[in-house]
């Protein structure tokens, strides 16, 4: 009720859409932490309109980004990926590489689940030299260890068990 009050009071036509969107953002983290995927993604649509608005082009594509979120929620392998290609395609096109290269992680897994290895290896190698998301030693940043996982199921395929037990190893001591 509280953002909804917030909405309520918002003065649109005196330009307080940066408050608005702050607003829906703030939302959008609330369902999303109550696993509502089409209550966030409804509400992602109206942050997108004001971000398109106030011509904040990095927030209008993260936005989308994030969305893919909860169409893995809902199980939509399929638009999931749709949609990061969306986000991807926009990063590029502002000119964004390390952005849109960061969002292989998911498009990776699912080219391991469908077996197809030489494109996994291809989008691996692309991501570990270019996200920026690796230190010198070659270890992923805090919060994106799902990576050992990937990588680890991607040894798995191939069949190279000492490489994936030592990703799926990194994996524990993580925690």
Do not use: W
């Not at 993260?62 to 399929?78: F, P, W």
């Not at 969306?86 to 849109?100: D, P, S, V, W």
């Not at 969002?103 to 469908?114: A, E, R, T, V, Y």
């Amino acid at each position: 009720q509280a953002y909804q009050d917030a909405i309520d009071r918002a003065d649109t036509i005196h330009g307080d859409l940066h408050r608005l969107m702050a607003v829906y953002g703030q939302i959008i983290d609330l369902y999303d932490s109550q696993n509502l995927p089409d209550e966030e993604l409804e509400v992602s649509k109206i942050y997108q309109r004001y971000a398109l608005i106030l011509g904040d082009t990095m927030s209008y594509i993260r936005n989308i980004e994030l969305s893919a979120k909860a169409y893995i929620l809902k199980g939509d392998t399929v638009k999931m990926l749709d949609v990061l290609n969306t986000a991807r395609g926009l990063y590029l096109k502002h000119g964004h590489e390390k952005e849109a290269v960061a969002l292989f992680g998911p498009i990776i897994n699912n080219n391991i689940k469908k077996g197809e290895y030489s494109t996994a290896k291809r989008l691996l190698e692309v991501y570990e030299s270019q996200s920026g998301l690796f230190d010198s030693e070659g270890n992923i940043c805090a919060g994106r260890e799902v990576f050992y996982y990937i990588r680890g199921s991607y040894y798995l395929g191939i069949q190279e068990f000492s490489l994936a037990e030592a990703d799926f190893s990194k994996l524990l001591e993580d925690r």
